[in-house]
């Protein structure tokens, strides 16, 4: 069978025909654009000037190819790039003829160090200019190559807005407790640093100052130097759990364990050979050989090195959705540490365990500020634990009640006898009173609790099993925060006035099992929030993620991420 072609082209629809010759001419004018993947000049004194229209050249191309200068590198700073270049005449600014300038040399130092900042290098153009650093250097005829000289440059000045961006906005999106005004770190914001940073000829310097000043983000970026001396940084496989498939997950759990040489990858494994596997990696942490899978040993199989990197880049990339602005004293409770911090003029003034709330009964992140306190307060129970936890319980006994010194009180706050009461016709549609614990010792609150505005109806307390304390996990509470040190937090919210608040007051309080409502002291600012890093004496500590939310974080946002 033939074709005729001439025949065919003629009797051709006249719209498809006009379809076809716009590709053609949108694909010439493309090509025509594109930037020159050479550029040879006779003497080195001609870069300047073929540099320039290299950069005009190339920053309108990926104006039309959506940020895209070539199929590979994908810029994410055009508009910076644009004012940047557009400020400097077109000029290159990372090197001189043939020569880089000692501003690339920091920068390009900055880039290799990038994990020291909690930042991964890969992000940064880091393999490319490696390249072509290495190329200008070995290479005489790549010296006089304007083409490459320009692609060199404009990578250096996006990976500077990149890190930029990174060190002062991170790499989250804002969410309901973010307290950072991205209003104020627009384009002219970065360019102004940019600037800055050139004139003064002072790269590391003017991206150091844009980290967050919070004492807890410095103790983590204290601890990731040490930390990566020591790091191994192999790609591992990942284990999801809980898990749905089964034969997926013993799979992936025999590649898991052959890689740290406990299995052997084989298509007749048993569940017998897998077990030995398991006990094996049992003994070599000196845990009892069971053999059998569990949530602490999935966790000890994804605690590699890069997994914990990842979880200190989350960590400071959380820092970094807080206020621009530290206040000059604050409580900190952080949740997988189960710990409250109080800071004074970046000093921490004392550190406190705290019992938080459980993975089902989560305590919420959150920022207020403590307005009061109460001795020997009186808890009014909330009705979310009244149903779920209470009403089944004085269903079957109504000496539940008096167990748990709860007192029945309508909405006229009137008492009522609880064996008055029908309480099986009691439910969530139908519940005209409230429960409420008698002030003392036995009270859940404990002695003593501190009230700041939320929406969640949580505060920080005392509690009457001041035992809970000493165990290691402390995901307890039904969302409350109960803290060990609760007189040295009540004393030091009133240190600044002694003559309206005198030392020894609560103290008789106490004593004489007395209520009182405290206020008027300054309003002390408070965050709740969940970091799974942080730093002391230059280690990091890294803790479990009780909530899982690291474990999400790093999913959607880390997961492909580059080791180098």
Wanted: proline residues 4%; glycine residues 4%.
């Amino acid at each position: 069978m033939s074709i005729d072609f001439k025949r065919s082209w003629v009797i051709m629809p006249y719209r498809q025909l006009l379809y076809i010759l716009f590709l053609i001419f949108v694909f010439a004018c493309k090509n025509s654009n594109k930037p020159r993947e050479k550029d040879i000049v006779e003497t080195t004194q001609q870069l300047e000037e073929r540099t320039a229209e290299n950069l005009k050249k190339l920053l309108d191309y990926a104006a039309q190819n959506k940020d895209k200068i070539n199929d590979s590198v994908k810029l994410t700073s055009l508009s910076l790039l644009q004012a940047a270049y557009s400020n400097n005449n077109f000029k290159t600014i990372w090197s001189h003829e043939d020569t880089w300038q000692p501003l690339a040399d920091s920068l390009y130092e900055m880039i290799s160090r990038a994990k020291e900042y909690g930042l991964f290098p890969s992000d940064y153009h880091f393999s490319s200019l490696t390249s072509i650093r290495s190329r200008l250097e070995v290479d005489s005829l790549a010296r006089r190559d304007a083409a490459l000289w320009t692609r060199g440059d404009v990578l250096f000045t996006e990976a500077y807005f990149a890190i930029a961006r990174h060190l002062k906005l991170g790499r989250l999106p804002k969410d309901s407790i973010t307290l950072r005004k991205d209003s104020l770190f627009n384009d002219n914001y970065f360019i102004e640093n940019f600037n800055g940073a050139i004139t003064n000829k002072n790269i590391i310097g003017s991206l150091q100052v844009l980290e967050p000043k919070y004492p807890g983000y410095i103790d983590v970026k204290n601890g990731i130097r040490p930390f990566l001396q020591n790091a191994v940084f192999k790609k591992y496989t990942y284990l999801n759990y809980p898990y749905k498939d089964t034969l997926a997950f013993v799979k992936t759990l025999q590649q898991r364990l052959s890689e740290d040489g406990f299995a052997a990858i084989s298509p007749e494994a048993d569940s017998t050979s897998l077990a030995v596997s398991i006990a094996n990696y049992q003994l070599s942490l000196d845990l009892k050989p069971t053999g059998k899978i569990s949530e602490s040993i999935v966790r000890g199989l994804n605690n590699t090195d890069w997994e914990q990197f990842k979880s200190i880049a989350v960590t400071l990339d959380q820092y970094k959705l807080m206020a621009d602005f530290v206040p000059e004293t604050f409580v900190m409770v952080n949740l997988p540490a189960y710990s409250l911090y109080v800071y004074n003029a970046d000093t921490l003034v004392f550190q406190s365990r705290v019992i938080i709330g459980s993975p089902k009964t989560k305590t919420p992140l959150l920022n207020s500020r403590i307005s009061n306190f109460i001795t020997y307060p009186q808890w009014t129970v909330p009705y979310s634990i009244i149903f779920r936890e209470m009403l089944p319980k004085i269903q079957k006994n109504v000496d539940y009640l008096e167990q748990q010194n709860l007192m029945v009180v309508d909405r006229d706050e009137n008492v009522v006898d609880p064996y008055s009461i029908d309480w099986s016709q009691l439910n969530k549609k139908s519940f005209p009173y409230l429960l409420r614990q008698k002030e003392g010792d036995d009270n859940s609150l404990g002695i003593i609790k501190f009230n700041f505005v939320n929406k969640y109806s949580v505060y920080l307390h005392d509690t009457n099993a001041r035992w809970l304390f000493s165990k290691a996990s402390r995901a307890l509470s039904h969302g409350c925060v109960r803290v060990q040190k609760w007189e040295d937090l009540s004393r030091y919210l009133t240190s600044s006035d002694t003559i309206r608040f005198p030392p020894d007051s609560l103290k008789a309080w106490i004593g004489r099992q007395e209520k009182h409502t405290v206020t008027g002291f300054p309003r002390m600012p408070l965050f709740i929030r969940y970091f799974i890093v942080e730093g002391k004496k230059g280690k990091l500590l890294f803790y479990n993620d009780i909530y899982g939310y690291n474990r999400l974080i790093k999913e959607k946002y880390f997961t492909r991420k580059t080791i180098s």
